[in-house]
């Protein structure tokens, strides 16, 4: 028979293990409901109905924003912070008012200036009357429309259109009543047209800006997002940093899109040692490796001759075509002067695992948000490990700002200590713990390289940008009309991130002035002047 303490001892174990059991369970129901949520959304959007609103941002970085915000300089005493604001407004017209009626003896002394800033919105339509000579052999000589003029809308009202439009998220039926409403003669397929067609130009600027945006410092960030086009599920690769956005829609998000993505408007596959270092990287004394590079060496294919090359080499299994392609295509870009250590910062997905990976911090800290205790003891392990992530993320900061070895082997040391050797009373904290310590390396890519970023705010920031234009527009119907969208919203994303505004850069543009220069040089500019230093 047992003793009394053996039975309780007994208890308090089964206890633990229902507790344990407990606690996946919730966490694995709140999971399920997440991915029902998902497929909920998923069917409201096909319905057009509005799904679930996201999650908040995580307030990781928020301390500090606020900080920040708090922290701004105040006007100085005695100067009107209206006036501050108002003295470098250009003054179109000044009007000088007397008081009624002046006593007799009154001293003037000066004038009280009071600024009005208005707009003026009206058709401003002209008439180009081209003069026609006829010559002495029987033929005309006709006068020409200025080189701006390029249909019978000027560009002023095209690029207001394409404003209007792109950057300040009008819908195409609302823009036509607008204009409607103020006086132009328009229709609607004429403002279509306005919208989608003859963009060669700016696409062509739109593509300079990866090459240009990966040659400024080697570190991009990577998202991406949802996209409708022809009533089909899509998805937006965003691809940036600091001085540039590029974005691209596709049909699918793999590493191989990913991949062909960075190649530009043509990928190209390369056999080459390149090809199987790649494939043997991944799949150590993989036969494939050697097989192509004695079949295909130093060839640099198309599209379809990849294909042809594929077919030859008689490759059946699915994996194994994709590692290939996977192979080519790095190749590829290697030789085309992409570095191999470009820095690829952003969550966890897997076509974004390629060249130098680093993962968002941002995006981790979710991940213990989400858990849901089963009890006080629980809660509090959850709390303090997030506060501890919150040091560490701290630490990892000050790190870029003056790195050194004593404050690198005590960061490293500190997530050994947190996410490896800290154990709770919570197996699904336990088992999150694990998770984050197998993407050790990709954590702490910042100790390595102090360039590379801690979050992925800002290009969470620009696919916010592409949902809220497609719950504001639906989905684009034609290629040239899907390609726009992508080329004008990269383009305005670029110039915020340039200090340009983007109804300028489009009049620049649309008028022919040119004088602000290509977005691809200011970003070399910009780049060599930070690297240059104060």
Not at 43 to 49: S, T
Not at 328 to 333: D, E, G, K, M
């Amino acid at each position: 028979m047992q003793s009394y303490e053996a039975i309780v001892q007994q208890l308090i174990e089964e206890n633990r293990r229902l507790k344990d059991r407990l606690d996946i369970a919730l966490n694995t129901i709140e999971l399920l409901k997440e991915e029902v949520q998902q497929l909920k959304d998923e069917i409201a959007i096909l319905k057009g109905q509005k799904p679930r609103p996201k999650i908040p941002p995580s307030t990781l970085e928020g301390s500090h924003s606020k900080d920040k915000q708090n922290n701004k300089d105040k006007p100085s005493r005695g100067k009107h912070p209206r006036h501050e604001k108002t003295k470098h407004l250009e003054i179109h017209a000044r009007n000088r008012i007397k008081p009624k009626s002046i006593p007799e003896g009154a001293i003037f002394k000066g004038c009280q200036k009071f600024t009005v800033q208005d707009l003026i919105l009206r058709p401003y339509n002209t008439i180009y009357e081209l003069e026609r000579w006829q010559l002495p052999d029987g033929t005309y000589l006709t006068g020409k429309l200025p080189q701006n003029i390029q249909g019978h809308y000027g560009p002023q009202l095209v690029s207001y259109i394409l404003h209007q439009y792109y950057g300040c998220r009008v819908t195409e039926p609302l823009l036509f009543a607008q204009l409607k409403e103020i006086g132009v003669l328009i229709s609607e397929g004429q403002l279509s047209n306005i919208l989608i067609q003859g963009k060669g130009s700016f696409h062509q600027e739109k593509n300079e800006l990866l090459p240009a945006g990966i040659a400024a410092n080697g570190q991009v960030k990577v998202d991406d997002t949802g996209s409708r086009h022809r009533g089909k599920n899509g998805y937006s690769t965003i691809i940036g940093n600091e001085f540039f956005t590029y974005i691209i829609s596709t049909t699918s998000k793999s590493r191989i899109n990913f991949l062909q993505i960075l190649h530009g408007t043509e990928p190209r596959y390369l056999v080459n040692e390149d090809t199987t270092n790649y494939i043997e990287t991944l799949k150590p004394s993989y036969w494939l490796g050697g097989y192509i590079f004695l079949q295909g060496r130093d060839r640099c294919m198309n599209q379809a001759d990849w294909e042809k090359f594929l077919l030859g080499l008689n490759i059946k299994a699915d994996g194994d075509i994709k590692l290939a392609t996977e192979a080519a295509l790095f190749s590829n870009l290697i030789d085309n002067g992409v570095p191999r250590n470009l820095g690829v910062h952003g969550d966890d997905a897997g076509q974004f695992n390629v060249f130098v990976r680093s993962l968002c911090w941002v995006h981790e800290e979710r991940h213990y948000r989400k858990l849901i205790p089963v009890d006080e003891t629980a809660r509090q392990a959850i709390e303090q490990v997030r506060g501890e992530i919150w040091d560490l993320y701290r630490g990892l900061q000050e790190y870029k700002l003056a790195p050194s070895e004593k404050i690198k082997s005590f960061l490293e040391q500190s997530f050994d200590n947190l996410f490896s050797k800290k154990k709770t009373t919570s197996p699904t904290l336990n088992n999150q713990l694990a998770k984050t310590y197998a993407k050790k390396d990709e954590l702490l890519r910042v100790l390595e390289r102090p360039e590379t970023p801690l979050h992925n705010n800002g290009t969470e920031t620009d696919a916010r940008e592409m949902v809220i234009k497609r719950k504001v527009s639906g989905g684009t119907r034609s290629a040239e009309g899907q390609k726009c969208r992508d080329t004008f919203v990269s383009l305005k994303k670029t110039c915020s991130k340039l200090g340009l505004t983007f109804l300028g850069y489009l009049e620049d543009r649309i008028t022919g002035l040119n004088e602000i220069p290509r977005l691809s040089d200011v970003i070399f500019s910009r780049s060599t002047r930070q690297s240059a230093g104060p």
